[in-house]
């Protein structure tokens, strides 16, 4: 079994529709933080889903939903996820936010 740190996947939505962040490949499993950061002065939202296959996550994928972040601020959020569960994002305001998860990955 390999485990390597290091940056899992980034992104910086140039619109407001839900997207697939991070999908762990099969036998990897990852403990990592997902950062968002608020790169403009506005106030926006975000979510976040965990789901347990590809594809648009559904109610009870959530783990944050329409949560407000302040302008020029950050928020980190653990996520632990195995294949085939995957990570998703969506951005309130398109070019508002980057998400970054970093971490460790067992594969």
């Known amino acids: 079994m390999a485990i390597e ?7 910086a939505p140039a619109d407001t529709n839900e997207a697939e962040l991070y999908a762990p490949a ?6 990592a933080n997902l950062v968002i950061t608020n790169v403009t ?20 994928d959530w ?6 972040l302040a ?3 950050r928020l980190t959020i653990p996520i632990t996820a195995q294949n085939p569960e995957t990570v998703r994002i969506r951005s309130g305001t398109a070019d508002a936010l980057t998400f970054h998860l970093a971490g460790m990955k067992k594969t």
């Open 41 to 60: 002065a506005t106030l926006t939202t975000f979510r976040v889903a965990h789901t347990d296959a590809s594809g648009a996550a559904a109610a009870e």
């Open 26 to 31: 099969s036998g990897e499993e990852i403990i």
């Open 5 to 11: 740190y290091k940056r899992l996947a980034a992104s």
């Open 63 to 68: 783990i944050a939903y329409d949560e407000n």
């Open 71 to 73: 302008g020029h601020s």
